[in-house]
Protein backbone atom coordinates (compact mmCIF):
# COMPACT_ATOMS: atom_id res chain seq x y z
CA UNK A 1 0.00 0.00 0.00
CA UNK A 2 1.26 3.15 -1.03
CA UNK A 3 0.27 5.32 1.82
CA UNK A 4 2.20 7.92 3.31
CA UNK A 5 0.89 10.02 6.83
CA UNK A 6 3.20 13.07 7.03
CA UNK A 7 2.49 15.20 10.38
CA UNK A 8 3.07 17.00 13.72
CA UNK A 9 0.98 17.23 16.56
CA UNK A 10 1.33 18.30 20.54
CA UNK A 11 3.65 15.62 21.03
CA UNK A 12 6.17 16.49 18.44
CA UNK A 13 6.13 20.02 18.30
CA UNK A 14 5.27 23.10 21.18
CA UNK A 15 2.16 25.19 20.31
CA UNK A 16 4.39 27.95 17.90
CA UNK A 17 5.58 25.44 15.59
CA UNK A 18 2.06 23.70 15.18
CA UNK A 19 0.61 27.78 14.51
CA UNK A 20 3.88 27.57 10.94
CA UNK A 21 2.51 24.90 9.40
CA UNK A 22 -1.57 24.64 10.35
CA UNK A 23 -3.69 25.02 7.25
CA UNK A 24 -6.67 27.74 8.17
CA UNK A 25 -10.59 26.18 6.85
CA UNK A 26 -10.61 28.34 4.11
CA UNK A 27 -6.82 27.68 2.73
CA UNK A 28 -7.66 23.32 2.57
CA UNK A 29 -9.12 23.68 -0.86
CA UNK A 30 -5.85 25.16 -2.36
CA UNK A 31 -3.39 23.20 -0.36
CA UNK A 32 -5.22 19.69 -1.38
CA UNK A 33 -5.07 21.00 -5.16
CA UNK A 34 -1.50 21.81 -4.68
CA UNK A 35 -0.84 18.25 -3.13
CA UNK A 36 -2.76 16.95 -6.53
CA UNK A 37 -0.64 18.95 -8.86
CA UNK A 38 2.73 18.22 -6.97
CA UNK A 39 4.35 15.28 -9.36
CA UNK A 40 4.47 11.75 -7.27
CA UNK A 41 0.75 12.69 -5.37
CA UNK A 42 -1.69 10.61 -6.65
CA UNK A 43 -4.45 11.03 -3.52
CA UNK A 44 -4.19 13.24 -0.36
CA UNK A 45 -5.78 14.61 2.62
CA UNK A 46 -5.20 17.03 5.36
CA UNK A 47 -6.42 16.75 8.80
CA UNK A 48 -5.55 20.28 10.74
CA UNK A 49 -6.72 20.81 14.35
CA UNK A 50 -5.72 22.82 16.87
CA UNK A 51 -3.38 19.95 17.83
CA UNK A 52 -1.92 18.28 15.12
CA UNK A 53 -1.79 18.94 10.82
CA UNK A 54 -0.86 15.58 9.16
CA UNK A 55 -1.21 14.68 5.21
CA UNK A 56 -2.57 11.38 4.78
CA UNK A 57 -0.36 10.78 0.99
CA UNK A 58 -1.11 8.38 -2.02
CA UNK A 59 2.00 8.10 -4.34
CA UNK A 60 1.60 7.56 -7.53
CA UNK A 61 3.03 4.22 -8.94
CA UNK A 62 6.99 4.26 -8.65
CA UNK A 63 6.70 7.56 -6.72
CA UNK A 64 7.11 7.65 -2.87
CA UNK A 65 4.81 10.25 -1.68
CA UNK A 66 7.88 11.60 0.93
CA UNK A 67 9.51 13.63 -2.37
CA UNK A 68 6.11 14.79 -3.72
CA UNK A 69 5.64 15.84 -0.04
CA UNK A 70 9.23 17.56 0.49
CA UNK A 71 8.43 19.27 -2.90
CA UNK A 72 4.37 20.45 -1.80
CA UNK A 73 6.08 22.03 1.90
CA UNK A 74 8.83 24.31 0.35
CA UNK A 75 6.40 25.97 -2.14
CA UNK A 76 3.75 25.97 0.25
CA UNK A 77 4.89 26.75 3.19
CA UNK A 78 8.18 28.80 1.54
CA UNK A 79 9.97 26.51 3.37
CA UNK A 80 12.71 23.64 3.07
CA UNK A 81 11.65 20.41 4.04
CA UNK A 82 14.89 20.02 5.89
CA UNK A 83 14.67 22.83 7.86
CA UNK A 84 11.79 21.81 9.95
CA UNK A 85 11.64 17.95 9.28
CA UNK A 86 12.52 17.25 12.92
CA UNK A 87 9.43 18.06 14.01
CA UNK A 88 7.29 15.64 11.50
CA UNK A 89 6.64 12.25 12.11
CA UNK A 90 6.53 10.08 9.06
CA UNK A 91 4.53 6.79 8.42
CA UNK A 92 4.39 4.00 5.31
CA UNK A 93 1.91 1.51 4.11
CA UNK A 94 0.27 -0.34 7.52
CA UNK A 95 1.62 1.75 10.49
CA UNK A 96 0.33 4.62 8.27
CA UNK A 97 -3.34 2.94 8.29
CA UNK A 98 -2.23 2.10 12.56
CA UNK A 99 -1.57 5.76 12.78
CA UNK A 100 -4.79 6.97 11.39
CA UNK A 101 -6.90 4.03 13.39
CA UNK A 102 -4.99 5.67 16.99
CA UNK A 103 -5.77 9.49 15.85
CA UNK A 104 -9.71 8.75 15.19
CA UNK A 105 -9.71 6.68 17.89
CA UNK A 106 -8.73 9.82 20.40
CA UNK A 107 -5.49 7.76 21.50
CA UNK A 108 -3.04 10.37 20.13
CA UNK A 109 -5.04 13.15 21.58
CA UNK A 110 -3.96 15.74 23.92
CA UNK A 111 -6.81 14.53 26.48
CA UNK A 112 -7.01 10.61 25.60
CA UNK A 113 -10.57 9.78 24.19
CA UNK A 114 -11.73 13.29 23.62
CA UNK A 115 -14.26 12.66 20.95
CA UNK A 116 -14.38 15.87 18.63
CA UNK A 117 -11.27 14.22 16.69
CA UNK A 118 -13.46 11.59 14.86
CA UNK A 119 -15.65 14.19 13.45
CA UNK A 120 -12.89 16.19 12.17
CA UNK A 121 -11.39 13.69 10.60
CA UNK A 122 -14.97 12.90 8.36
CA UNK A 123 -14.61 16.18 7.65
CA UNK A 124 -11.36 16.41 6.26
CA UNK A 125 -12.41 13.00 4.79
CA UNK A 126 -15.16 15.08 3.00
CA UNK A 127 -13.46 18.14 1.81
CA UNK A 128 -10.76 15.70 0.18
CA UNK A 129 -13.73 14.21 -1.72
CA UNK A 130 -15.43 17.44 -2.94
CA UNK A 131 -11.49 18.57 -4.01
CA UNK A 132 -10.87 15.44 -6.23
CA UNK A 133 -8.20 14.18 -4.06
CA UNK A 134 -9.88 11.66 -2.34
CA UNK A 135 -9.88 8.58 -4.86
CA UNK A 136 -9.57 4.42 -4.61
CA UNK A 137 -7.18 4.17 -2.05
CA UNK A 138 -8.66 6.80 0.77
CA UNK A 139 -12.25 5.62 -0.15
CA UNK A 140 -11.35 2.39 1.06
CA UNK A 141 -8.81 3.21 3.96
CA UNK A 142 -10.88 6.35 5.61
CA UNK A 143 -14.14 4.12 5.92
CA UNK A 144 -12.20 1.61 7.96
CA UNK A 145 -10.85 3.74 9.83
CA UNK A 146 -13.95 5.41 11.07
CA UNK A 147 -15.41 1.75 11.57
CA UNK A 148 -12.41 1.09 14.05
CA UNK A 149 -12.73 4.26 15.95
CA UNK A 150 -16.66 3.29 16.48
CA UNK A 151 -15.80 -0.01 17.34
CA UNK A 152 -13.31 1.18 20.33
CA UNK A 153 -15.87 3.80 21.71
CA UNK A 154 -18.67 1.14 22.07
CA UNK A 155 -16.46 -1.92 23.01
CA UNK A 156 -13.76 0.56 25.63
CA UNK A 157 -14.79 3.02 28.29
CA UNK A 158 -12.03 5.20 26.56
CA UNK A 159 -14.11 8.45 25.41
CA UNK A 160 -15.52 8.12 29.21
CA UNK A 161 -12.17 7.96 30.55
CA UNK A 162 -10.93 11.12 28.81
CA UNK A 163 -12.49 14.25 28.04
CA UNK A 164 -12.42 16.54 24.94
CA UNK A 165 -10.37 20.53 24.73
CA UNK A 166 -12.98 21.62 25.67
CA UNK A 167 -14.12 20.02 28.72
CA UNK A 168 -10.36 20.45 30.24
CA UNK A 169 -10.48 23.87 29.82
CA UNK A 170 -13.68 24.76 31.37
CA UNK A 171 -12.94 22.68 34.40
CA UNK A 172 -9.58 24.27 34.81
CA UNK A 173 -11.56 27.70 34.37
CA UNK A 174 -13.87 26.68 37.15
CA UNK A 175 -11.07 26.14 39.28
CA UNK A 176 -10.09 29.54 38.78
CA UNK A 177 -13.14 31.00 39.53
CA UNK A 178 -14.16 28.71 41.74
CA UNK A 179 -17.38 28.46 40.25
CA UNK A 180 -19.05 29.46 36.98
CA UNK A 181 -22.75 29.32 38.41
CA UNK A 182 -24.13 32.81 37.33
CA UNK A 183 -20.66 34.09 35.40
CA UNK A 184 -21.20 35.42 31.94
CA UNK A 185 -18.76 34.02 29.40
CA UNK A 186 -18.27 35.09 25.89
CA UNK A 187 -17.25 32.65 22.68
CA UNK A 188 -15.65 34.42 20.54
CA UNK A 189 -15.39 32.26 16.95
CA UNK A 190 -18.71 30.32 16.25
CA UNK A 191 -17.08 27.17 15.43
CA UNK A 192 -17.61 23.80 16.40
CA UNK A 193 -15.22 24.31 19.12
CA UNK A 194 -16.84 27.45 20.10
CA UNK A 195 -19.81 25.22 20.38
CA UNK A 196 -18.97 23.08 21.75
CA UNK A 197 -17.92 25.24 24.51
CA UNK A 198 -21.11 27.26 25.35
CA UNK A 199 -22.25 24.14 25.74
CA UNK A 200 -19.88 23.15 28.24
CA UNK A 201 -20.27 25.94 29.81
CA UNK A 202 -23.88 26.17 29.94
CA UNK A 203 -23.80 22.99 31.88
CA UNK A 204 -21.53 24.32 34.47
CA UNK A 205 -24.52 26.92 35.28
CA UNK A 206 -23.02 30.08 33.56
CA UNK A 207 -25.90 32.31 32.96
CA UNK A 208 -25.28 34.84 30.23
CA UNK A 209 -23.58 33.68 26.74
CA UNK A 210 -22.69 36.42 24.02
CA UNK A 211 -21.56 35.03 21.19
CA UNK A 212 -19.77 36.96 18.38
CA UNK A 213 -18.16 36.43 15.14
CA UNK A 214 -16.27 38.30 11.86
CA UNK A 215 -19.48 36.83 10.10
CA UNK A 216 -22.06 38.22 12.30
CA UNK A 217 -25.18 36.64 10.48
CA UNK A 218 -22.95 33.01 11.95
CA UNK A 219 -23.00 34.33 15.49
CA UNK A 220 -26.49 35.11 15.26
CA UNK A 221 -27.23 31.92 14.60
CA UNK A 222 -25.47 30.15 16.99
CA UNK A 223 -26.39 32.58 19.33
CA UNK A 224 -30.12 31.81 18.92
CA UNK A 225 -29.49 27.54 18.71
CA UNK A 226 -27.90 28.32 22.03
CA UNK A 227 -30.39 30.89 23.48
CA UNK A 228 -27.78 33.55 24.05
CA UNK A 229 -26.77 36.88 22.28
CA UNK A 230 -24.87 37.39 19.47
CA UNK A 231 -22.07 40.65 19.75
CA UNK A 232 -20.97 42.11 16.87
CA UNK A 233 -17.01 41.51 15.94
CA UNK A 234 -15.85 45.09 16.51
CA UNK A 235 -17.84 45.36 19.87
CA UNK A 236 -16.38 42.70 21.57
CA UNK A 237 -14.02 44.91 23.67
CA UNK A 238 -17.04 46.08 25.28
CA UNK A 239 -18.33 42.93 26.28
CA UNK A 240 -15.23 41.34 27.25
CA UNK A 241 -15.17 44.58 29.83
CA UNK A 242 -18.23 42.74 31.69
CA UNK A 243 -17.91 39.39 31.15
CA UNK A 244 -16.51 36.39 33.72
CA UNK A 245 -14.78 33.98 30.76
CA UNK A 246 -13.64 34.60 27.49
CA UNK A 247 -12.89 31.68 24.63
CA UNK A 248 -11.27 32.33 21.24
CA UNK A 249 -11.22 29.78 18.78
CA UNK A 250 -10.75 32.21 15.31
CA UNK A 251 -8.71 31.75 12.57
CA UNK A 252 -7.30 34.97 13.25
CA UNK A 253 -3.61 34.95 11.80
CA UNK A 254 -2.07 37.17 14.48
CA UNK A 255 -3.20 37.82 18.31
CA UNK A 256 -6.54 38.93 18.68
CA UNK A 257 -6.14 39.69 22.17
CA UNK A 258 -2.48 41.31 23.50
CA UNK A 259 -0.99 42.46 27.25
CA UNK A 260 -1.52 45.65 26.61
CA UNK A 261 -5.11 45.60 25.29
CA UNK A 262 -5.86 43.38 28.78
CA UNK A 263 -3.54 45.97 30.94
CA UNK A 264 -6.15 48.51 29.46
CA UNK A 265 -9.06 46.15 29.73
CA UNK A 266 -8.39 44.89 33.51
CA UNK A 267 -8.01 48.92 34.38
CA UNK A 268 -11.81 49.47 33.16
CA UNK A 269 -12.56 46.54 35.09
CA UNK A 270 -11.15 47.58 38.00
CA UNK A 271 -9.28 44.36 39.02
CA UNK A 272 -12.15 42.39 38.72
CA UNK A 273 -10.71 38.90 37.33
CA UNK A 274 -11.16 37.24 34.29
CA UNK A 275 -10.51 33.53 32.69
CA UNK A 276 -9.03 33.61 29.31
CA UNK A 277 -9.43 30.10 26.86
CA UNK A 278 -7.20 30.24 23.96
CA UNK A 279 -7.68 27.21 22.13
CA UNK A 280 -6.94 28.70 18.15
CA UNK A 281 -4.07 27.67 16.03
CA UNK A 282 -2.84 30.28 15.89
CA UNK A 283 -3.48 31.54 18.80
CA UNK A 284 -5.38 34.38 19.43
CA UNK A 285 -4.08 35.51 22.83
CA UNK A 286 -0.93 36.74 23.66
CA UNK A 287 0.68 34.40 26.09
CA UNK A 288 1.94 37.40 28.24
CA UNK A 289 -1.65 38.10 29.28
CA UNK A 290 -0.78 35.54 31.89
CA UNK A 291 1.34 38.72 33.58
CA UNK A 292 -1.28 41.04 34.10
CA UNK A 293 -3.10 40.47 37.66
CA UNK A 294 -6.11 38.82 37.36
CA UNK A 295 -5.85 37.82 34.35
CA UNK A 296 -6.08 33.45 33.99
CA UNK A 297 -4.98 32.39 30.33
CA UNK A 298 -5.41 28.67 29.91
CA UNK A 299 -3.91 27.76 26.09
CA UNK A 300 -2.72 24.52 24.68
CA UNK A 301 0.46 24.27 26.43
CA UNK A 302 -1.67 24.33 30.00
CA UNK A 303 -4.12 21.57 28.51
CA UNK A 304 -1.30 19.32 27.47
CA UNK A 305 0.54 19.45 31.07
CA UNK A 306 -2.82 18.50 32.60
CA UNK A 307 -3.41 15.60 30.27
CA UNK A 308 0.00 14.12 31.01
CA UNK A 309 -1.13 14.28 34.80
CA UNK A 310 -4.57 12.25 33.84
CA UNK A 311 -3.24 9.79 32.05
CA UNK A 312 -2.76 6.84 34.24
CA UNK A 313 -6.46 6.66 34.74
CA UNK A 314 -6.89 6.31 31.17
CA UNK A 315 -4.47 3.91 30.76
CA UNK A 316 -6.44 0.70 31.24
CA UNK A 317 -9.06 1.74 28.49
CA UNK A 318 -5.99 2.58 26.41
CA UNK A 319 -4.76 -0.68 26.55
CA UNK A 320 -7.66 -2.62 25.40
CA UNK A 321 -8.12 0.37 22.44
CA UNK A 322 -4.82 -0.74 21.30
CA UNK A 323 -5.88 -4.55 21.22
CA UNK A 324 -9.01 -3.83 19.01
CA UNK A 325 -6.34 -1.63 16.65
CA UNK A 326 -3.82 -4.73 16.58
CA UNK A 327 -6.85 -7.08 15.86
CA UNK A 328 -8.42 -4.54 13.31
CA UNK A 329 -4.94 -3.40 11.22
CA UNK A 330 -4.51 -7.64 10.82
CA UNK A 331 -7.67 -7.88 9.34
CA UNK A 332 -7.27 -5.27 7.30
CA UNK A 333 -3.73 -6.06 6.05
CA UNK A 334 -4.69 -9.51 5.01
CA UNK A 335 -7.78 -8.50 3.31
CA UNK A 336 -5.73 -6.24 1.18
CA UNK A 337 -2.44 -8.71 0.35
CA UNK A 338 -4.91 -11.01 -0.15
CA UNK A 339 -6.82 -8.62 -3.01
CA UNK A 340 -3.02 -8.20 -4.39
CA UNK A 341 -2.83 -11.75 -5.39
CA UNK A 342 -6.59 -11.10 -7.22
CA UNK A 343 -5.28 -9.79 -10.65
CA UNK A 344 -2.68 -12.88 -11.29
CA UNK A 345 -5.55 -14.91 -10.31
CA UNK A 346 -8.03 -13.31 -13.04
CA UNK A 347 -5.15 -13.17 -15.57
CA UNK A 348 -4.21 -17.02 -15.58
CA UNK A 349 -8.29 -18.04 -15.19
CA UNK A 350 -8.12 -15.51 -18.62
CA UNK A 351 -4.64 -17.50 -19.92
CA UNK A 352 -6.49 -20.77 -19.19
CA UNK A 353 -10.35 -19.97 -20.54
CA UNK A 354 -8.50 -18.86 -23.86
CA UNK A 355 -6.44 -21.97 -24.04
CA UNK A 356 -10.07 -24.33 -23.71
CA UNK A 357 -11.92 -22.02 -25.95
CA UNK A 358 -9.07 -22.16 -28.97
CA UNK A 359 -8.97 -26.44 -28.43
CA UNK A 360 -12.59 -26.43 -28.54
CA UNK A 361 -13.21 -24.51 -31.77
CA UNK A 362 -10.37 -26.76 -33.08
CA UNK A 363 -11.94 -29.38 -31.98
CA UNK A 364 -15.21 -29.01 -33.37
CA UNK A 365 -13.86 -28.46 -36.98
CA UNK A 366 -12.56 -31.68 -36.71
CA UNK A 367 -15.45 -33.31 -35.73
CA UNK A 368 -17.76 -31.29 -38.41
CA UNK A 369 -21.49 -31.00 -37.24
CA UNK A 370 -22.23 -31.69 -33.56
CA UNK A 371 -25.59 -31.95 -31.83
CA UNK A 372 -26.76 -29.63 -29.71
CA UNK A 373 -26.02 -32.46 -26.91
CA UNK A 374 -23.01 -32.90 -28.12
CA UNK A 375 -21.89 -29.60 -28.02
CA UNK A 376 -22.76 -29.34 -24.58
CA UNK A 377 -20.77 -32.14 -23.03
CA UNK A 378 -17.75 -30.81 -24.81
CA UNK A 379 -18.14 -27.60 -23.03
CA UNK A 380 -18.47 -29.25 -19.78
CA UNK A 381 -16.02 -31.91 -20.26
CA UNK A 382 -13.33 -28.97 -21.20
CA UNK A 383 -14.78 -26.45 -18.35
CA UNK A 384 -14.37 -29.56 -15.83
CA UNK A 385 -10.71 -30.00 -16.97
CA UNK A 386 -9.55 -26.30 -16.77
CA UNK A 387 -11.49 -26.15 -13.04
CA UNK A 388 -9.79 -29.31 -11.91
CA UNK A 389 -6.10 -28.76 -13.14
CA UNK A 390 -6.41 -24.87 -11.66
CA UNK A 391 -8.03 -25.66 -8.54
CA UNK A 392 -4.76 -26.23 -6.82
CA UNK A 393 -2.85 -23.27 -8.24
CA UNK A 394 -5.68 -21.24 -7.55
CA UNK A 395 -5.36 -22.53 -3.66
CA UNK A 396 -1.51 -22.08 -3.53
CA UNK A 397 -1.77 -18.22 -5.07
CA UNK A 398 -4.66 -17.25 -2.47
CA UNK A 399 -2.75 -18.71 0.28
CA UNK A 400 0.33 -16.60 -0.78
CA UNK A 401 -1.02 -13.71 0.77
CA UNK A 402 0.26 -14.07 3.48
CA UNK A 403 3.56 -15.42 2.17
CA UNK A 404 6.75 -13.15 3.65
CA UNK A 405 7.80 -13.55 -0.65
CA UNK A 406 4.30 -13.22 -1.93
CA UNK A 407 5.90 -10.59 -4.61
CA UNK A 408 8.53 -13.06 -5.58
CA UNK A 409 5.97 -15.73 -5.55
CA UNK A 410 3.70 -14.14 -7.86
CA UNK A 411 6.41 -12.80 -9.94
CA UNK A 412 7.17 -16.78 -10.68
CA UNK A 413 3.58 -17.84 -11.51
CA UNK A 414 3.10 -14.81 -14.00
CA UNK A 415 6.49 -15.69 -15.84
CA UNK A 416 5.55 -19.31 -15.98
CA UNK A 417 2.37 -18.76 -17.67
CA UNK A 418 3.37 -15.56 -19.49
CA UNK A 419 0.76 -13.60 -18.15
CA UNK A 420 0.28 -9.96 -18.28
CA UNK A 421 -1.45 -7.65 -15.41
CA UNK A 422 -1.93 -4.91 -18.23
CA UNK A 423 -3.66 -7.03 -20.66
CA UNK A 424 -5.38 -10.27 -21.04
CA UNK A 425 -3.38 -13.43 -22.83
CA UNK A 426 -3.66 -13.95 -26.05
CA UNK A 427 -5.08 -17.61 -27.60
CA UNK A 428 -2.35 -19.62 -27.89
CA UNK A 429 -2.05 -23.07 -30.18
Not at 10 to 26: G, L, Q, S, W
Not at 38 to 43: F, L, N, Q
Not at 224 to 247: N, P, S, T, Y
Not at 349 to 373: K, P, Q, S
Request: with cysteine; proline share 3%.
Amino acid sequence: MNLVLAGLSHKTAPVEARERFTIAKDRLAAALKALQATPGIEESLILSTCNRVEFALIGSQGHNAVDGFREFAKSFYGTAYDEFSHLFYVHQGYEAVRHLFRVAAGLDSLVVGEPQILGQMKSAYQEAKACGAAGNVLDLVCPKVFNVAKRIRSETRISEAGASVITAAVEMAEGFLGTLKGKSTLIVGAGEMGKHAALRLTVKGASTLLVSNRTHARAVELAQELKGLAVRFDAIWEAMGRVDVILSSTGCPHFLITREDMEALMEKRGGRRICLIDIAVPRDIDPRVREVRGCQLINLDDLEQRAEKNTVKRTHEAEAAYRIIDEELARFRQRQEALATVPTIVSLREYAEAIRRFELARTRRLFGHLTREQQEALEILTQGLVNKLLHTPFTELKQAAVRPDRSAFLDVVRTIFHLDPKSPPESTN
